[in-house]
């Protein structure tokens, strides 16, 4: 309980305040700069729809010189038709945007049109390489009439807004590929626990520890599951902050739909689920910087092995095969992979390997 005590005391010194407070900071800086862009989305929307527009009128405008021409076949006077009505459907979605129509009229009609691109596929019209109306391919087009449907149906209509920083929708932020909301949290571990060993190599304060009447291996195990847990719990604080700020913004959230390979499902499912692979992913990122602290037992460079590891799924950020990458885990999510259980195993060899280095270790350390 001492040891407990103790790793307590540290973890709440004043440069782990001034970690959290620093996260704080970024964490409230970057839903501000998701506000901004929900505040703009009309006009995001407004030109997504003109750009298609555009898109529609030029192969009405090619089409109508096949015809004056006379050189236009009875499949093309076919198309012809699907383009003049694909340009009112998709202009009128255009105008309930312009407008500030209500979403469920802009659901209603965004659902026609998609229907119409649907039932042009199943008619084989040419517009497979159109990827801007598909969005981006056949399979998109029937997911969002599946979800438009399922939605309407339950009288919801945020599903056409997924920017909106509700409550569960900030926390959904923190699954997608890349999101720096995440990745600062991991600086906040990276920095808190790189010199957790390392401190006490640097004060000569190691030989009280082993020659402590306790085993090393224990000693070890205590303070790698004390420091798992409380930034596991610092993570949930952490959601609950962001949950909290996007209830004050715009509500919950609660009761929206999301379109997965496995169905529909609730907003809420969803974000409860991504918790606990982030949470999973937590207490492996924990145990592995204070292993590699073990290891190396000088903070400066345990700080530039994590940020190499940050960097890397900053570059590459979705990779079944790179386990650091899991904390992106809106791909896992979306095509219900368990990979993310690889991250137990993989916990427990660190705390084992790391843990026997302790025991045998002398009392340099080495």
């Known amino acids: 309980m001492n040891c407990i005590r103790a790793e307590l005391f540290f973890l709440f010194q004043k440069k782990i305040k001034a970690c959290i407070l620093i996260l704080i900071i970024m964490t409230l800086c970057l839903i501000i700069q998701k ?27 090619f089409l109508a010189f096949e015809k004056e021409t006379d050189q236009m076949t009875n499949d093309q006077e076919e198309l012809l038709s699907f383009w003049e009505h694909a340009y009112d459907l998709n202009y009128q979605v255009y105008s309930d945007w312009a407008n500030k129509e209500g979403l469920e009229v802009i659901a209603e009609d965004s659902l026609r049109f998609d229907e119409l691109l649907k039932a042009a596929l199943q008619n084989q019209y040419q517009i497979n390489a159109y990827t801007s109306l598909l969005n981006t391919t056949r399979q998109d087009v029937e997911d969002r009439i599946i979800l438009a449907k399922h ?18 929708g900030l926390v959904r932020r923190l ?35 082993f020659t402590a009447p306790i085993s090393r291996i224990r000693l070890f195990m205590i303070r790698t599951g004390t420091v798992g847990l409380v930034n596991v719990f610092e993570y949930w604080i952490w959601i609950l902050i962001i949950f909290l700020v996007g209830i004050v913004l715009h509500g ?25 692979i982030q949470t999973l992913y937590i207490l492996f990122f924990s145990v ?23 960097m890397e799924i900053m570059i590459f950020p979705v ?14 999510l979306y095509k219900g992979n368990s990979c993310f259980w690889l991250l137990v195993p993989f916990s427990l060899f660190l705390i084992g390997s790391s843990g026997t280095s302790m025991q045998k270790s002398d009392l340099r350390g080495e």
């Open 319 to 332: 990779s079944f095969v790179n386990l650091f990458s899991y904390v992106f885990c809106q791909e896992i």
């Open 288 to 310: 592995f910087i204070q292993s590699i602290s073990w290891w190396v037992k000088d903070g400066t460079i345990v700080i530039m092995i994590g940020m190499l590891c940050l």
């Open 252 to 276: 919950s959230g609660d009761g929206q739909w999301i379109m997965t390979e496995s169905g529909v499902m609730q907003i809420s499912t969803f974000v409860w689920k991504g918790i606990g």
């Open 151 to 168: 939605s309407i149906q339950n009288n919801n209509y945020n599903y056409l807004i997924p920017e909106l920083p509700d409550g569960y």
């Open 35 to 61: 506000e901004i862009v929900y505040r703009n989305i009309r006009e995001s929307r407004m030109e997504e729809y003109q750009a298609k527009t555009e898109l529609i009128q030029s192969n009405i405008n």
């Open 175 to 209: 699954f997608a590929p890349a999101n720096y909301m995440i990745i600062a949290f991991l600086l906040f571990i990276l920095f808190s626990n790189s010199d957790l060993w390392g401190k006490e190599f640097e004060h000569g304060m190691y030989k009280e520890l």
